[in-house]
C-alpha cells in the first residue's frame, strides 16, 4: 500500500540539542500507529515536523505525495509562501496535550472556523457538518458553551471535533490525554478507538500502552531523537527486542 | 450545673460593634465639603457667568475639537503601535531594534517639546518636496491640528506599544499552533485568534490611556489650535472672567472623561464574555 506519510532523514536541532537525529519511517493510508518513547526522545518534534510547526533542520516529510514546505522543481526545493503551507497543513489535523481550544468562541464557532476562514465554506453548510462531528465526539449538546464551562475530557473532545471538521487526510494526536485527569482519560481514547476503527490515517504519541494495544496497528519506539524499533502492536508490546524498549515497557506497565 | 442551664441562643441580645472610626471619618469630610462649598460659593466666582458661557458656541466648539484631535491621535497610535508591536516580536534584528529606538526616543521627550517640535518644523525644513509631484511650504501643511495630531499621535504610540505588546504575549503559543494546524495563515490568526483575547488585557489600559489623552490635548492650546482652553482664553483675555472660563473647561472635562468611563466598563465586559461562571453560561443555552 501507498505511504501517506513518508519521513525521510528528519533531523531537527535547537541550539545545541539535536531533538532528532535522522528519523525515516512511512505510514501507510488508513493506519494507526502509535509513537511511544520516554519523556525528551523527540516524540512531539516529530509528530510537530509533520505539519512543519517545527521545520526540520534537514529532511524532508511528504503527506499524500506533496513535499511539506516546499515546492519541487528539477531537483531544488523552493520555500512554500506562508500562504501556500497554510493550504497544506489545512489537510493535516493535530491534536494537543494542552486542547487549546480558543477560549473566546463557542464549541461550534471553535469548530467551524477552519472550514469557514480556510476552506470558505458557507456558514450554514458548516453549521450542518460541524454539529455532526460534535454528534460524533458525543457533544452535540454543548455547541453554544465556551470552553471554560467544559471538562478536561469534553474540551479535548471538541478539539478533535475541530480538526475532523478540516477533513484531513491524516491526524496526528500529542500525548491526547496526559493533561486530563484519569477519569477524564476513556471518554476521549473511546472517541479515538471509533476513529482508528473508521479507517482514518491516525499518529498517535501516547503513554496508554492499553489503548496502544487495541487501537494500533504498528508502534513505533523511539528514544534519544531516534526510532529504536518499529513494528506490529502484538509483536513490539508480546515481544521487543531492544533492550531500551523492554525497559521503558517495563517501566511504565508498573 | 447541667448543660440545661446555659441560656439558647433566643435568649440572647446581640449588641453590635461601633465603628467610631468611621462616624469620625465621615464628620470630617462633610465638614470639608462644607467648608470647600462655602468658600467657592462666597469667593469672586460669578456662577451666573459660569451657566452662562456653559453652552457658549466657541467653547462647544473647543470641547469638539478636543475629542476629534483625541478620536484621530487613538487612531494613528494605536495603529502605529499595534505595526510597532508586531516589530517588536519579529525574528529580524533590524526590526526589532528600530521598534525599540522608536519606543525610546518617543518616550523620553516630554510631550509638549514634540509639540513644539513638530510645529515649527519649518524652521528645519521650510518646504516639504516629493520630487516630480509637489511642494509644498511646510508652515501650510503643519497646520495647528496636523501638528498636534502627529505629535500626539506618534508619542501616544510609542507608550501604547507596550500596551499591545503585553497583550499580544497574553496569549500563548498553543493559540497560534491550534490555528496554525487548522491551516490559518499568521495574519488570519492575528485577526480572529490573537488580537480577540489580547484585547481583554489590551482594552483597560488602553481606555485609561484614551481618557488620558483627552486631558493631554488641552498641551495643543499652545500652538493655538482650536480645542476647549483655546477658546476659553479667547473670551477671558476680552472679558476678563477667568476663573468662570476655567470652570466651564473643568466641567466639560469631567463630563467626557465620566462619559468615557462608562462606555470603558461596557467594552471591558465585552471582551470579558467568554469567561463568565458556568451557571450564567448555561443558562443561555
Ligand atoms: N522549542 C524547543 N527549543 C529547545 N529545545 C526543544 C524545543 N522543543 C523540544 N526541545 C528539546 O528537544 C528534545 C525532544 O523534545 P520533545 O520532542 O518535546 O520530546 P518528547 O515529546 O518525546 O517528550 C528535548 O530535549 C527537548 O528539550
Ligand atoms: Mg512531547
Redesign the pocket.
Known sequence: MKPIIEISKVRKA??T?E?LKGVSCDIAEGEVVCIL??????????LRCINQLERPTSGIVRVGGEIIGYREQANHLYALSNRQLAAQRSKIGMVFQQFNLFPHMTVLENVIEGPVRVKKELRAASIQSALQFLERVGLADKANAYPSQLSGGQQQRVAIARALAMKPSVMLFDEPTSALDPELVGEVLLVMKELARSGLTMVI?THEIAFAREAANRIIF?DG?AIVEAGKTGDLLGNPKNPRTREFLAAVRH | MSKNDLNTPDEYVFVRKIHYGRYLAVALIILLLGIIVRAFVVGKIAWAVVGEYLFDRDIMAGIVNSMILTVFVMVVGVMLAVTVALMAGSKNPVLRYTARGYMFVFRSVPILLQLLIWYNLALIFPQITIPFVVSVSTTQVLTPFVAALLAFGIAQGAYTTEVIRSGLLSVGRGQVEAAASIGMTYSQSLYRIIIPQAMRVIVPPLGNETIGMVKYTSLASVIQYREIIYSAQSIYFASGRVIEMLMVCAFWYALVIGILSIVQGYIERYYNRSSRGSAAGEADL
Not at chain 1, 37 to 46: A, C, I, N, Q, V
Request: charged share 5%; no cysteine.
Open positions: 535547537f541550539g540539542v531533538a518513547g520516554p519523556s525528551g526522545s523527540g516524540k512531539s518534534t516529530l504519541v523511539m531523537g
